[in-house]
């Protein structure tokens, strides 16, 4: 047994490599492991250990006999209300209520802790149970009505589990391949099953005795999440007072499962709410409106907590108003939007049109755009008449076409401003430019066969340039008039 | 129809639609509810009057009552239904190819059309025109034959 205890704990992969190797050379009978009991820690913990006593140990300090003792006598003293006068922190209840919410927080990993020990020992007799059966204490339940029995249609589970499952326990131990405990290993199961069972029974001890302080402790509070939650959010923050300087968003995050453990799917993993997650309210939400509701609650029970830290209402008025607001708003998330009313024609001309830009809009404008000839047959010059179609001033005329000065009468196609824009790029792009990027930049052609080529793509572009455009400093320009001198 | 278009009775009731429409194309429908033409030609505008209503304001005017028949004779209506448009208390024509210019006369064929015309009148309005010319194809406007008095 001592090898398979110590198969099993290298098996689990939760501690680093260091402290596996000093599980291993630890004498087994030692059983001196110093267990973490510290609240934060859910992981798995890796334990070495035969004796129940040497796990858990709270059952045995002071603390938790002292509480229960007075939680007990609470409990029977029946409902009294206490004075209102005195300030919250001083009342003896109070201090009581503070130290039940870290006692259960406390009894809980020990149940976790105990659950560990039993499943260990009762792997040999059904392994198969711990993972059909997950709740630590319906767990110990069942260990503790098998015992030690092999044929399971002797063995009455009802009430125990839910039909589906405790079909489904009967089938998988038919055909289990475990074997019948010993004597002492039983029993010590047996024994560990009944403290878990104790243990569980004095938590809701103490969870009923805060609940029911919790109407005169904190009445907005509750009436908003709940007893139980609120209880719960108390104790995780440290007190009233704590609870009321946290801002909202710490309060929907109050008991959120800590990140998953390696190896796990964080598919299943609900994103960022804590004892929230618990209340009626945020129960009965649909599941897409669930992380608004959240919000929604967290901020109006921190405005609850608030006013409950200061007593400002004890008779919980203002809880069961906010509860209200609550449950309008979420109904108002749930209506159907409004049906959609035809629009009316929008009225002529009313709107501008929108106007786009672009290469592509300028290059398709170019097809519609002026040509060079209509532009120099739109135009005359001073005091030359011009020529016309049908001769003497009749039909049409041809303005500056033709006339000595203005260039040819055929006038070719020129290029168009894109396309010499686009020349001009691909020159350089080509040829490189050769040094000078300022003033009269000229497009000197080195070519193989035909030597140097001068060329100016732009003459024809620009006999007719735009008045504005200066070209002294035009970059693509030539020289606009030379004379001699 | 008339449950959701207006009908007039009275004189004083159509002086005060005439006058009180700003800067909204007034369609004044004249005819009878009984004529299968005239509910033809309401339909049509039962349902776009909605859609127009940002520039236009569409009303049926009775053309039995006697109080009206005032205007049937102002405006020289006789067939029925007749249609008259107005923008800001001016009375607008509109040339579709007929003789008459000042009404449109008949049904239209689609809600399509009535809005086309209601546009080109507003356009028109708009810009300051008395008259303007009709924006459907000849197929769409329905012919008539004018009578005059005395042939």
Same mark, same amino acid.
């Given at each position: 047994m001592?090898?398979? *205890?110590d198969?099993?704990l290298?098996?689990?992969?939760?501690?680093?490599d260091? $402290?596996?190797?000093v599980? $291993?050379e630890?004498?087994?009978?030692?059983g001196?492991?110093?267990?973490?009991? !510290?609240g934060e820690?859910?992981?798995i913990?890796?334990l070495n250990?035969?004796?129940?006593d =040497?796990?858990?140990?709270?059952?045995?300090?002071?603390?938790?006999?002292?509480i229960m003792?007075?939680?007990e006598d609470?409990?029977q003293?029946? =409902? !009294?209300?206490?004075?209102?006068?005195m300030?919250l922190? +001083?009342d003896?209840?109070?201090?009581?209520i503070?130290d039940?919410?870290?006692?259960?927080?406390?009894i809980?990993n $020990? &149940?976790?802790i105990?659950?560990n020990?039993?499943?260990d020992k009762y792997?040999?007799?059904?392994?198969e149970?711990?993972s059909?059966v997950?709740?630590?204490?319906?767990?110990?339940?069942?260990?503790?009505?098998?015992?030690?029995?092999?044929?399971?249609?002797l063995?009455?589970?009802e009430?125990l589990l839910p039909?589906? &499952?405790i079909?489904?326990?009967?089938?998988?131990?038919?055909?289990t391949?475990g074997k019948?405990l010993?004597?002492e290993?039983?029993?010590?199961t047996i024994?560990?099953c009944?403290?878990?069972?104790?243990? +569980?029974?004095a938590k809701k001890?103490?969870?009923?005795?805060?609940?029911?302080?919790?109407?005169y402790?904190?009445?907005?509070?509750s009436t908003i999440v709940g007893s139980?939650v609120?209880?719960?959010?108390?104790g995780? %923050?440290g007190g009233l007072?704590?609870?009321?300087?946290?801002p %909202?968003?710490n309060?929907?995050l109050?008991?959120?499962?800590?990140k998953?453990l390696a190896?796990f799917?964080?598919a299943?993993?609900?994103f960022r709410?804590?004892? &929230?997650?618990?209340t009626?309210?945020?129960?009965?939400?649909?599941?897409?409106?669930?992380m608004?509701?959240?919000?929604?609650?967290?901020?109006?029970?921190t405005?609850?907590?608030?006013v409950d830290s200061t007593?400002?209402?004890?008779?919980?008025?203002?809880?069961r108003a906010?509860?209200?607001?609550?449950?309008?708003k979420i109904?108002?998330?749930q209506?159907p939007?409004p049906?959609?009313?035809?629009k009316?024609l929008?009225?002529?001309?009313s $709107?501008p049109?929108?106007k786009r830009g672009?290469?592509r809009?300028?290059?398709?404008k170019?097809r519609? *755009?002026?040509? !060079?000839m209509?532009?120099?047959?739109?135009?005359?010059?001073?005091?030359?008449?011009?020529?016309?179609?049908l001769g003497?001033?009749?039909?049409?005329?041809?303005?500056m076409?033709?006339?000595?000065?203005?260039?040819k009468l055929?006038v =070719?196609v020129?290029?168009s401003k894109?396309? %010499?824009?686009v020349?001009?790029?691909?020159?350089?792009?080509n040829y490189?430019?050769?040094g000078?990027? =300022?003033?009269?930049?000229s497009?000197?052609?080195?070519t193989l066969v035909?030597? &140097?080529?001068?060329s100016n793509?732009q *003459?024809?572009a620009?006999q007719?340039?735009s008045g504005t455009q200066?070209?002294?400093?035009?970059?693509?320009?030539?020289?606009?008039k030379?004379?001699?001198? | 129809?008339?449950?959701?278009l207006?009908t007039?009775?009275?004189k004083?009731?159509?002086?005060?639609?005439i006058r009180?429409?700003?800067?909204k194309v007034l369609?004044?429908?004249f005819?009878r509810s009984?004529?299968?033409? /005239?509910?033809?030609l309401?339909?049509a505008? /039962?349902?776009?009057a909605?859609?127009?209503?940002?520039?236009?304001?569409v009303v049926?005017v009775d053309?039995d009552?006697d109080e009206i028949?005032?205007?049937a004779?102002?405006f020289?209506?006789?067939?029925?239904?007749?249609?008259?448009?107005f923008?800001?208390?001016?009375h607008?024509?509109?040339?579709?190819?007929?003789?008459?210019?000042?009404k449109?006369v008949?049904a239209?064929?689609?809600k399509?059309?009535?809005?086309?015309?209601?546009e080109a009148?507003y356009r028109?309005?708009?810009?300051g025109?008395?008259?303007v010319?009709c924006p459907?194809?000849?197929?769409?406007?329905?012919?008539y034959q004018?009578?005059?008095?005395d042939?």
């Open positions: 001592a090898t398979l *205890a198969s099993f290298a098996d689990l992969d939760e501690l680093s260091n $402290e596996a190797v599980i $291993e630890e004498d087994v009978d030692a001196n492991m110093e267990e973490d009991v !510290d820690m859910a992981d913990e890796n250990y035969d004796d129940l =040497s796990v858990s140990k709270l059952q045995k300090t002071q603390r938790y006999v002292d003792q007075k939680v609470a409990l003293k029946g =409902s !009294d209300i206490s004075n209102l006068g300030v922190e +001083d003896p209840e109070y201090q009581l503070v039940c919410n870290a006692l259960s927080v406390d809980e $020990e &149940i976790i105990i659950h020990f039993i499943r792997r040999l007799k059904f392994p149970l711990e059909l997950h709740h630590p204490i319906d767990y110990a339940r069942v260990v503790k009505k098998i015992g030690n029995e092999m044929d399971l249609t063995v009455d589970l009430g039909s589906a &499952i079909m489904v326990v009967s089938v998988t131990a038919s055909t391949s019948p010993p004597e290993i039983l029993d010590k024994d560990a009944d403290r878990a069972l104790t243990l +569980d029974a001890k103490v969870l009923d005795f805060v609940e029911s302080r919790m109407g402790i904190a009445p907005n509070l139980a609120a209880a719960k959010l108390m995780t %923050a007072a704590a609870l009321a300087k946290m %909202a968003c309060v929907q109050l008991g959120a499962k800590k998953n190896g799917s964080t299943t993993s609900q709410v804590g004892y &929230i997650e618990q009626e309210i945020f129960q009965s939400t649909p599941p897409s409106l669930r608004r509701a959240c919000r929604l609650l967290a901020s109006k029970s405005l609850a907590a608030r007593r400002g209402d004890p008779s919980g008025n203002n809880g906010l509860r209200e607001e609550i449950r309008k109904e108002k998330w209506e939007p049906a959609k009313q035809p009316p929008p009225v002529p001309d $709107e049109k929108k672009g290469r809009l300028r290059k398709m170019e519609y *755009a002026i040509t !060079d209509r532009k120099l047959a739109n135009r005359m010059q001073f005091g030359v008449p011009e020529e016309s179609s003497d001033g009749l039909g049409e005329g041809y303005g076409l033709g006339q000595a000065g203005s260039g055929r =070719s020129g290029q894109l396309a %010499a824009k020349a001009k790029k691909f020159k350089e792009k490189g430019s050769s000078a990027s =300022s003033g009269l930049t497009s000197l052609a080195f035909q030597g &140097i080529e001068l793509p *003459a024809h620009h007719l340039g200066s070209t002294y400093f035009s970059e693509t320009g030539t020289f606009s030379i004379k001699r001198t | 129809m008339s449950y959701v207006r007039l009775r009275k004083r009731e159509v002086d005060t639609i009180d429409t700003i800067d369609v004044l429908r005819g009984s004529d299968p033409v /005239c509910l033809h309401d339909d505008l /039962c349902k776009s909605r859609e127009v209503s940002k520039f236009a304001n049926l053309i009552s028949q005032v205007y004779s102002y020289d209506i006789t067939f029925i239904p007749s249609t008259v448009f923008f800001n208390a001016h607008m024509k509109m040339d579709s190819g007929t003789a008459d210019h000042t449109w008949g239209f064929h689609k399509q059309d009535f809005i086309d015309v209601v009148i028109g309005a708009m810009k025109k008395l008259i010319s459907l194809p000849s197929e769409r406007i329905p012919k004018l009578l005059y008095r042939v």
